[in-house]
């Protein structure tokens, strides 16, 4: 079995299910060391019994992203037990469901900015100088079609999504002549819990979660003379035609 990470060190957000479980799986396949990171630690460990035939390394947090002080301890834990971490996967996101403007919460407000945005842009933060220093690292951050094609309903989702593309395009700008690469992902309809169950869509028309974390691994193995700054990823079969 070809081992194209088995250079590498991942740290993975939300990595418990969805999107993170798949991803990790398929990085582990590849050779590359886990971080696994998010809120439920059961869900967690189903993933990192699931990589383990794999035989990579595997260390497993149960963390609020969203806090300061548990982000700075797993890095440190980290750099202690598996050494530097050279992908970062920003995947872990929230969204209540669908409301106009004046039906949302400040609270959810401040939720959805503290994870969708700003704990991203932390986590960048802290990892990027030890990537800089080695001249080499990837950064993903995993936001949503909602970024460029927003719905009625999700104003400051998609306006914590856009802003992450944002700092995407402007964080690659600072770091492209070090060899760090930086990507924004913005999948469509994902079949996950993400998405309640719907009437109105055919859900066997989703993206699957194996399917974005094919695309991950494509653009990790990628040429380095290039960069796919920002990748939007639509399922091919429209999931609103019944």
């Known amino acids: 079995m070809a081992q194209e990470l088995a250079s590498h060190v991942a740290l993975i957000t939300g990595a418990g299910r969805g999107i993170g479980r798949a991803t990790a799986l398929r990085l582990a396949r590849a050779g590359s060391d886990l971080v696994l990171v998010a809120r439920t630690r059961a869900e967690l460990d189903e993933t990192a019994a699931l990589a383990a035939p794999m035989g990579v390394r595997t260390r497993v947090f149960a963390a609020d992203i969203t806090d300061d002080a548990q982000i700075a301890s797993l890095l440190q834990q980290t750099l202690v037990e598996l050494g530097s971490i050279s992908i970062l996967i920003n995947n872990a996101g929230v969204a209540p469901p669908r409301a ?7 609270a959810e ?5 503290a994870t969708d945005l700003r704990a991203p842009m932390l986590l960048t933060r802290l990892l990027l100088p030890d990537m800089l ?4 690292g990837t950064i993903i951050n995993i936001g949503s079609l909602a970024a460029r094609q927003p719905r009625a309903g999700e104003a400051v989702y998609a306006a914590c ?13 600072e770091v492209r002549n070090s060899g760090v690469r ?10 996950t819990g993400f998405i309640p169950p719907n ?8 993206i699957r979660p194996e399917d974005v974390a ?3 691994f494509h653009i990790l193995t990628a040429a380095r003379s290039a960069c ?3 990748m939007l990823l639509e399922p091919q079969f429209d999931p609103e035609t019944l």
């Open 182 to 191: 930086v990507v924004a992902l913005l999948p469509g309809l994902v079949d």
């Open 199 to 206: 009437r109105r869509v055919d859900r066997s028309k989703f």
């Open 214 to 216: 094919e695309t991950i």
């Open 133 to 136: 220093a080695h001249n080499r």
């Open 161 to 173: 999504k856009a802003g992450l593309v944002a700092f995407t395009h402007a964080l690659f700008v």
């Open 109 to 113: 407000w401040d939720r959805m900015l």
């Open 228 to 230: 796919p700054t920002e």
């Open 100 to 106: 106009v403007l004046g039906k949302t919460t400040l």
